[in-house]
């Protein structure tokens, strides 16, 4: 398994931004599919956005298009979520995933490393 440790998570207020970094150490972080969830208090975790290894396709969900991008720098061993114009309803825990040497998954339950969360705040 690869190890992922998340950063860059903190307060902003609505409409503000943030970057999220996730480094991986371990197995070689190319042949990993990347993944952000978020968990918000009371509610189940969610996916948010992920990277497909190999061509790098990225996929998001409805709620963050336009407004979410997931990069990765395979050099770095590192993903990335920008997160622009954010809403209070994007505060939440947000999580890294991988999935080792398969496609893009929407379902939490298919990754098989994580990060251990980054707290993301986003005040009106």
């Known amino acids: 398994q690869v190890q992922l440790v998340e950063s860059g998570g903190g307060s902003v207020q609505a409409g503000g931004s943030l970057r999220l970094s996730c480094a991986a150490s371990?197995?070689?972080?190319?042949?990993?599919?990347m993944g952000w969830f978020r968990q918000a208090p009371g509610k189940e975790r969610e996916f948010v956005a992920a990277i497909s290894w190999g061509l790098g396709s990225t996929y998001y969900a409805d709620s963050v298009k336009g407004r979410f991008t997931i990069s990765r720098d395979n050099a770095a061993n590192t993903v990335y979520l920008q997160m622009n114009s954010l809403k209070p309803e994007d505060t939440a825990v947000y999580y890294c995933?991988?999935?080792?040497?398969?496609?893009?998954?929407?379902?939490?339950?298919?990754?098989?490393?994580w990060g251990q969360g980054t707290q993301v705040t986003v005040s009106s």
């Open positions: 371990g197995r070689t972080f190319s042949w990993y599919t």
């Open positions: 995933a991988g999935r080792y040497y398969r496609g893009t998954s929407y379902s939490h339950g298919d990754y098989d490393s």
